[in-house]
């Protein structure tokens, strides 16, 4: 495994003008280490969620203008893509690393998983740490702690899910970049899998598999 953790220089990719320039840096820098965490974190994964998750690291292959404000490596239970499905996400901006659960727009499933979240609701409220980060929209980088969350506010988070076409749904964890740096690579290792094992329940539950 060659994750060496994440240093300035990562998370500075994202400073840099123009997109070919940051999409070079980007796979030069920052995706050698996302592979590594994809071949670190896949057994794992696949062990908590009782199937066989497959590792998609991001290519941002359609942008021909616009260069990635950020970047991750993806795990979901389909060799060919993770959009589609629920899944998982470690991941940079420039401020913060990101680790995720993720129902995103792309999912044809959202309504029926929205409708299994709602029976849950109380259960779910409960038992995610209160120090762990909700997202409605995985391309901006704000969040809302769950421990600001109302058992409604989240309820309505998961009809959102269900009857809105776009909707999206994300928890997890999110770590300052100077802390990023500071955990150095076997304390981040040590945080991410204590995230995964905390959000894995959600996974199994979109999944229908609890």
């Known amino acids: 495994?060659?994750?060496?953790?994440?240093?300035?220089?990562?998370?500075?990719?994202?400073?840099?003008?123009?997109?070919?320039?940051?999409?070079?840096?980007?796979?030069?820098?920052?995706?050698?280490?996302?592979?590594?965490?994809?071949?670190?974190?896949?057994?794992?994964?696949?062990?908590?969620?009782g199937e066989e998750l497959f590792v998609h690291v991001a290519k941002h292959a359609r942008r021909t203008?616009?260069?990635?404000?950020?970047?991750?490596?993806?795990?979901?239970?389909?060799?060919?893509?993770?959009?589609?499905m629920p899944h998982f996400q470690i991941g940079l901006w420039n401020t913060h690393l990101f680790i995720w659960f993720a129902v995103i727009y792309e999912a044809p499933l959202k309504a029926?998983?929205?409708?299994?979240?709602?029976?849950?609701?109380?259960?779910?409220?409960?038992?995610?740490?209160?120090d762990f980060v909700w997202s409605l929209d995985h391309t901006k980088p704000e969040t809302i702690a769950h421990g600001q969350l109302s058992k409604d506010n989240l309820r309505a988070y998961f009809e959102r899910l269900?009857?809105?076409?776009?909707?999206?749904?994300?928890?997890?964890?999110?770590?300052?970049?100077?802390?990023?740096?500071?955990?150095?690579?076997?304390?981040l290792l040590q945080q991410i899998d204590f995230v995964f094992k905390n959000v894995a329940p959600l996974y199994k539950l979109a999944q229908n598999s609890k």
């Open 112 to 130: 029926e998983i929205g409708a299994r979240f709602i029976k849950k609701a109380a259960k779910i409220h409960k038992e995610i740490p209160k």
């Open 1 to 49: 495994m060659n994750f060496t953790g994440f240093t300035t220089e990562d998370f500075d990719v994202f400073l840099i003008d123009g997109l070919e320039p940051r999409m070079e840096a980007l796979k030069e820098i920052i995706r050698p280490k996302l592979e590594g965490l994809g071949q670190y974190f896949a057994p794992t994964l696949s062990a908590i969620t």
């Open 65 to 84: 203008i616009n260069p990635p404000k950020d970047t991750w490596v993806a795990f979901a239970g389909n060799p060919r893509g993770y959009k589609m």
């Open 162 to 187: 269900q009857n809105v076409k776009k909707a999206e749904l994300l928890c997890g964890y999110t770590i300052d970049k100077e802390e990023a740096i500071q955990l150095g690579a076997e304390g």
